[in-house]
């Protein structure tokens, strides 16, 4: 193990701390079933929300985000125009509506390539001979040297600058997020007893990368999935920010807060509307994902 | 001036509204080695965590512990005066050898700091010679070269020497010794028992032991007080506790560790059921759930009955001092006492 | 020791190869014709031919990586196929801007982070702590580019205390250069110290869990004093390789955070080469900052070695 794995591993155990403190605090004792954290709460109540917002924009939103009317340029918040408009007269508020749409699905696709290579390379090296699952967490901390954004640079040099190039930088930059994370645990389901009984009873290990490594994995899947939907979030609202994210007319937040740069001195609301968005939407997906892996996280029941 | 080294008097530990440790009541005489025996979940570990102030966070004690020559209660008493104790007063040999070192840090360093925070030694030079010394007396093979080895280069055992070297340096008044020797391999046990007992004594410091293992108390301590269900339900000298217990839950434990009997049906001999999560014992006497002889009356709290200067049990139903050993228990090989070990044993 | 030594060495060089390889196949290869994509569909056969020739675009590609490769080892990468000026010094002018701003947001980050998530740890289940925690939960969530905004809003727009933008080398003065870091150094700095305080706060909590805190307390250190003597040493093994991690995010974030306040750094480099589609710069930036980061895993891993005596002889 690298040192780059065992900070990556002492990181999982972000918010759980606090509960194994209160568990360890009753040393001989049983534990009550946990109560749901608040983090999950919360986490999910925000990250429903954006949902709730990304399907409203399909049936409704108050004006046409794309619409551009020089008559009602740069107007305050108002009745008619709940955040007011940018400099082109378009309505903010249609346009957070339509922005939450395009980062939903960057970060939908970003993370789903990011799991669906990721997941099984990392069942994989947990799996394959020692050796062999070192030299894929090697090729992992390779890729780590590529962050989202410059990955998306490099490609948009070669490939020109568009959503697709963004969402798929993105999803490679996160492969190894999930790659490390599973790598642990099938290592650690691999240790277990029925793992070794199968094997016992000549199952081969796509049998058991089945049915016994996925189903144990999968809650830290949706954990990694959380997280990874948040650092999507921020790399796309860079990447828009910088020009090399979601192409206009289609409003994004990065970009919203691109255009709002010029318009500081006069209209400092027009970064703040889309900013509380990004954060909002990114502290949600952590939140989210702190929530599940105190829920889930077994290492907590062994934990004394 | 009384010689009682440790006085301990109503000791109550509690997380939230659950009480884990409940109205204890011990004094310890300079010397003197006594044992704290209990399965797990009984509060003995927080017993000895509340004498040396180390509960872990959100257990809160209340009562009163008090320790020959300081001057205020240990119980309650803030970080600072509590830290001029630990480590010169009270010592402490924890379960865990293979964690209780810091694993960054020289063995010899490691001993030589407790002498240079309570300014045992003047200078880091005579304190590093007198951590060689103690590693010495604590039967690590050249202890110079062990005062500059880390952790991870001992075993288990030498470990839980440097652990013992730590504790004895200063000459505490009190050692407490938390299951020391549980974690150990059964070969390397009785020669770190044998250093633990010679260290206490060579520095006439008493001594609170903490076991679930009764051969250990038999050879190490003259005492013995028996926990449940955070209270101490029966206590006195070792011989007497073990040959003759009045105590149902004594009983039951040592009929459990004798390997020697089984009942009618070839089997070892247990105590029916499970320890209750903490917190969550029976009313009145903790033991009835489990217990054989339990009645109606033992609903309510049954009072301690003293039985000498420092013997007695707290139980509705004792056994009577006559009482062979139940009908239905057959005994295999020789016609041993109940105690499992000599008691003189580790002691010469 | 020397056996692990030699071994991270190993890694280091192979993940190198491994890495410019890959650069060099999708920057060099996968687009067919560099030459072409440089000068876009619209440039006449014969410039295209002209510009292949005068890089050498025409010769066998394993003969380009290895003059490329050589290139980068002396430090000496040749022409940019736009402006056809050295690259060499352009960059090493560029990434001394880029070090100042990664640099000082790192000590602002550390400055922040340490303390602070020490303070969380011990305080952890105090509502002090757990409004700290919070705090830099909202903190994790604020992209660096966000909070550079913000901060022109408040402190240049707003008050006029500092420029919002611009940059002067400190030879020239020393004050304004002082003066235009401020921003951009803090809004890299808050944003990567709120992430590494959530690190430093579960280092510590782990260490604080630690049986030989307890021992330590148990010989009559205070708390604060046994987690100073004991804890941080062994809570710092995690949180200097996060540290090293995060110069990847740094980097990177630089390069947002140099066009928010328009400054002349690499990260500004790499953007206007990519709109010059000057593909050799772009190449050679990214190759530098993926080795930058390579190279750092690979110091970590030494610095490793050093604390933690466990992982000087073989495996314990």
Aim: proline residues 6%; charged residues 15%; neutral net charge.
């Amino acid at each position: 193990m690298s040192a780059v794995d065992k900070a990556l591993d002492k990181a999982q155990d972000n918010a759980q701390d606090t509960k194994a403190a209160v568990a360890s605090a009753v040393p001989e004792g049983r534990r009550r079933r946990r109560p749901m954290p608040g983090s999950l709460l919360v986490g999910g109540l925000i990250v429903s929300l954006v949902f709730g917002m990304a399907l409203l924009s399909f049936v409704w939103t108050p004006h046409d985000p794309t619409l551009v009317d020089a008559s009602v340029r740069l107007q305050k918040p108002s009745p008619e125009y709940w955040f007011g408009t940018d400099k082109f007269g378009r309505d903010v508020f249609s346009q957070i509506l339509m922005g939450s749409r395009t980062t939903l699905f960057v970060g939908f696709v970003a993370v789903g390539v990011a799991a669906l290579i990721g997941v099984p390379l990392g069942i994989v090296a947990g799996m394959a001979p020692h050796w062999f699952g070192e030299l894929l967490m090697r090729g992992n901390d390779l890729v780590l040297a590529f962050p989202a954004l410059l990955l998306t640079i490099m490609f948009s040099a070669v490939y020109g600058a568009g959503t697709l190039v963004a969402m798929i930088a993105i999803g490679i930059a996160s492969i190894p997020h999930f790659a490390r994370l599973i790598r642990g645990g099938t290592l650690q389901v691999m240790k277990t007893e029925y793992v070794l009984a199968a094997r016992a009873a000549g199952r081969g290990p796509f049998s058991i990368a089945l049915r016994h490594v996925l189903p144990n994995v999968s809650s830290l899947v949706i954990v990694q999935a959380s997280v990874g939907f948040a650092i999507a979030v921020l790399a796309e609202a860079a990447l828009s920010f910088l020009g090399f994210g979601t192409p206009p007319p289609t409003p994004s937040w990065g970009r919203m807060l691109q255009e709002s740069q010029e318009m500081l001195s006069i209209a400092p609301r027009l970064a703040v509307f889309p900013g509380v968005a990004i954060a909002v939407v990114v502290l949600g997906f952590n939140l989210l994902g702190d929530g599940l892996r105190d829920r889930f996280d077994p290492k907590l029941e062994d934990r004394r | 001036m009384t010689d009682d080294v440790l006085t301990v008097r109503d000791l109550n530990v509690a997380v939230g509204g659950r009480k884990l440790v409940e109205d204890v009541d011990f004094t310890i005489r300079a010397g003197e080695r006594v044992g704290l025996i209990g399965e797990s979940g009984s509060g003995k570990s927080l017993t000895a965590l509340s004498v040396m102030g180390l509960l872990p966070e959100g257990l809160r004690a209340t009562g009163s512990v008090r320790l020959a020559g300081v001057d205020h209660d240990l119980v309650g008493a803030d970080e600072t005066r509590m830290s001029r104790v630990r480590g010169k007063e009270i010592a402490m040999v924890f379960q865990e050898p293979m964690t209780a070192l810091n694993p960054t840090m020289k063995v010899g360093r490691q001993i030589a700091e407790v002498l240079l925070i309570h300014r045992t030694r003047p200078d880091r030079a005579s304190a590093r010679t007198a951590a060689v010394e103690l590693l010495a007396q604590v039967g690590l093979p050249d202890p110079a070269a062990a005062a500059d080895a880390y952790p991870h280069q001992f075993s288990g055992g030498q470990r839980q020497r440097v652990v013992l070297a730590i504790a004895l340096a200063n000459d505490p008044a009190l050692l407490v010794c938390d299951e020391p020797t549980t974690a150990l391999d059964v070969t390397v046990q009785a020669r770190v028992l044998d250093l633990i007992v010679r260290g206490a004594q060579d520095r006439r410091s008493a001594m609170l032991f903490i076991t679930h293992d009764l051969a250990v108390v038999a050879t190490v301590c003259e005492r013995v007080m028996v926990m449940y269900g955070g209270r101490v339900v029966e206590s006195g000298p070792v011989r007497e506790v073990f040959t003759r217990p009045r105590h149902r839950y004594t009983q039951g434990l040592i009929g459990a560790s004798d390997l020697t009997v089984v009942d009618d049906h070839g089997r070892l001999i247990t105590i029916g059921g499970s320890v209750p999560p903490a917190g969550h014992f029976p009313a009145g006497c903790v033991f009835r759930n489990r217990c054989a002889s339990a009645t109606e009356r033992c609903a309510t709290r049954p009072d301690w009955v003293p039985t000498g200067p420092d013997s007695g049990y707290s139980c509705f139903h004792p056994v009577s001092e006559s009482d062979v050993p139940e009908s239905g228990v057959h005994k295999i090989g020789a016609n041993e006492p109940g105690v499992p070990t000599n008691q003189e044993a580790g002691l010469g | 020791m020397i056996v692990r030594l030699v071994q991270r060495i190993a890694i280091l060089l192979a993940s190198l190869v491994v890495s410019s390889v890959l650069v060099f196949a999708f920057m060099a290869v996968l687009p067919g014709d560099p030459a072409r994509v440089v000068l876009g569909t619209s440039a006449s056969d014969a410039a295209v031919a002209q510009l292949r020739g005068e890089f050498g675009l025409d010769r066998p590609l394993v003969t380009q990586y290895l003059s490329w490769v050589h290139g980068l080892v002396t430090f000496d990468p040749g022409n940019s196929y736009i402006s056809h000026t050295p690259i060499g010094p352009q960059i090493a002018d560029r990434l001394q801007v880029t070090l100042w701003l990664v640099g000082t947001g790192m000590v602002v980050a550390c400055i922040l982070a340490i303390p602070l998530g020490i303070v969380m740890a011990v305080r952890h289940r105090r509502p002090s702590g757990l409004v700290l925690s919070a705090l830099s939960q909202v903190g994790v969530a604020v992209p660096a580019f966000l909070a550079g905004i913000l901060m022109i809003t408040v402190f240049a727009v707003e008050f006029g205390w500092l420029p919002a933008n611009g940059w002067t080398p400190p030879i020239e003065d020393p004050v304004l250069f002082l003066k235009q870091l401020a921003l951009p150094a803090l809004s890299l700095g808050l944003v990567q110290g709120a992430v590494l305080t959530r690190y430093v706060r579960s280092a510590v909590l782990d260490v604080l869990r630690e049986d030989y805190l307890r021992t330590a307390r148990a010989k009559g250190l205070r708390p604060t004093q046994a987690l100073l003597r004991h804890g941080l040493r062994n809570a710092a093994v995690p949180v200097v390789t996060v540290l090293a991690l995060q110069l990847a995010t740094l980097l990177v974030g630089s390069v947002v955070i140099e066009r928010v306040f328009v400054i002349p750094g690499l990260g500004s480099l790499l953007l206007d080469s990519v709109s010059n589609r000057d593909l050799v710069v772009v190449q050679d930036v990214v190759m530098l900052i993926a080795m930058a980061v390579l190279l750092v895993n690979f110091l970590v891993d030494i610095v490793y070695l050093l604390i933690d005596p466990r992982l000087r002889v073989g495996a314990s």
